[in-house]
């Protein structure tokens, strides 16, 4: 599993969103990696990751990376981070992630809760899909394989993930999400949104997390709005909320500093 690594203590790990790599977190990291060992990987399938799981050393066949590329699973993904946190000997952490990872992070609460020391979802939901997402999502993955990705994929996703802030003054990060977006590769992103698309609902795993917890919204994010992310927060028991004005769907790309700004006094109580 490939993943950017710097800074020193607190270890906070920070899964990227869809259709994006771990370097979306690079224009924030300056200002978190002065107090955390900033650890971003890439999930299966996107960035510099494999799609088999090849670097995976639980997988003791060559059938269960053929398994695993064949059946998509929030839960695999959430595997290969806890696969990661072993290799680094990290027994507990900080754990943050973006849309699809707080996907991941949520499954890592389900599967291994005494792992997680804190909280941090940003533009997430603990929702599972509807019947129309759902149905969304599977068509863009079988369009995916069935035409990869150049294009299309960004032209349609761009609208969605920036706020209207962004899209009228930021072009630079408009262009620099588009580059991510056309980085990845057309079977990671299929297997990414059938992944996504058979996710379950994450509400009682978040209910029982007695941790502290920090959820950040944009507050021109049309896909997880607001309203959703006080859901998020009300059901966790230590839950603090955060409105970041002038950001859409990725505040650490459209606002980093704002961001960052936010999350620095909240990891300061785990040093």
């Known amino acids: 599993m490939h993943f950017i690594e710097s800074g020193v203590g607190t270890p906070l790990v920070l899964l990227h969103a869809f259709p994006a790599d771990a370097r979306m977190w690079n224009p924030a990291r300056a200002r978190l990696e002065e107090q955390a060992r900033v650890i971003t990987p890439d999930q299966r399938g996107l960035g510099e990751s494999p799609l088999d799981g090849s670097w995976a050393r ?25 696969e990661l946190l072993d290799r680094l000997e990290l027994p507990e952490v900080v754990l943050g992630g973006c849309s699809m990872g707080g996907y991941v992070a949520m499954g890592v609460l389900r599967a291994a809760p005494e792992r997680v020391a804190g909280l941090l979802l940003v533009d997430t939901k603990a929702v599972a899909d509807n019947d129309e997402q759902r149905t969304n999502r599977l068509n863009a993955a079988d369009r995916a394989e069935r035409e990869g990705t150049s294009g299309w994929l960004a032209d349609g996703t761009l609208p969605n993930v920036l706020g209207r802030t962004t899209h009228e003054q930021r072009p630079e990060v408009r262009e620099h999400v588009r580059e991510l977006i056309e980085a990845q590769p057309p079977e990671g992103v299929a297997w990414a949104q059938r992944a996504m698309a058979s996710r379950p609902d994450s509400t009682d795993a978040l209910r029982a997390f007695a941790g502290p917890a920090l959820v950040i919204v944009g507050e021109e994010d049309p896909l997880t709005p607001p309203e959703q992310a006080r859901e998020l927060a009300d059901a966790l028991p230590e839950g603090e909320l955060v409105t970041l004005p002038g950001a859409g769907h990725l505040p650490p790309v459209e606002a980093p500093e704002e961001f960052a700004d936010v999350v620095r006094p909240w990891l300061a109580r785990f040093a």
């Open 58 to 82: 639980s997988l003791a066949e060559p059938s269960d990376s053929n398994w695993a590329a064949q059946h998509p699973s929030i839960d695999t993904a959430a595997a290969d981070v806890l």
